[in-house]
């Protein structure tokens, strides 16, 4: 009889410990922290600079400074100015970048166009005000300017509070249409720039 009761209550014992053991279980996966990737992605997305990949859409410098410097290329324009256009293009590679990577620290959803000098390619394909998402950038990165040689447009962070209902309230209206990116300009066509350019950070950055 003692041998019986001794029994029962070792049972006892160990299912309490059992039931003790699954609380505690259920407990830690519940207070788990979220996974660091979201599941749509947007983690890698937000935090992956364009620069590891813009050089597979975009010419090098080596490139350019071929192409402007060729002897049977008849584009009639001195070496100061092809050297200003080198020159340009780099900076506004570089500002253009690097505003993304500051929007990405700061969790920007949105990049709007904009123009640092009169560009009369650009602006009859990519108006003032067209906006791109941070996953259409990451998607497509030839959206990110310099587009052509000479050009004057530039992505500047959208500071509002980034929903699209805005966006479109304001009178912005999105880049790509119907999903699909629109025809860019060939990064060979010329401009010359005719004022001074800047590659400062832009206003309110």
């Not at 060729?70 to 970048?97: F, H, T």
């Amino acid at each position: 009889m003692v041998l019986a009761l001794v029994g029962i209550m070792l049972l006892l014992l160990a299912m309490l410990v059992a039931v003790r053991i699954g609380l505690k279980s259920g407990k830690a996966e519940t207070d788990a922290p979220p996974p660091i990737i979201h599941g749509s992605g947007i983690y890698s997305i937000i935090r992956r600079t364009p620069r590891e990949n813009i050089g597979d859409y975009k010419p090098s410098q080596e490139e350019i400074r071929k192409y402007l410097f060729d002897k049977n290329v008849n584009i009639g324009i001195s070496v100061p100015d092809k050297e200003k256009l080198i020159d340009a293009w780099n900076g506004q590679m570089e500002a253009n970048i690097g505003e993304i990577e500051k929007g990405d620290k700061e969790g920007t959803e949105f990049y709007y166009f904009d123009f640092k000098w009169d560009d009369p390619v650009c602006s009859k394909i990519i108006h003032k005000g067209r906006f791109v998402t941070r996953e259409q950038i990451f998607q497509y990165p030839q959206v990110i300017p310099p587009f052509h040689l000479g050009c004057g447009c530039q992505l500047c962070k959208y500071q509002g509070k980034d929903k699209l209902r805005e966006t479109t309230e304001i009178g912005m209206l999105p880049l790509f249409r119907s999903g699909e990116i629109v025809p860019l300009p060939e990064w060979k066509e010329i401009i010359r720039i005719e004022t001074p350019f800047s590659t400062s950070p832009r206003e309110g950055a």
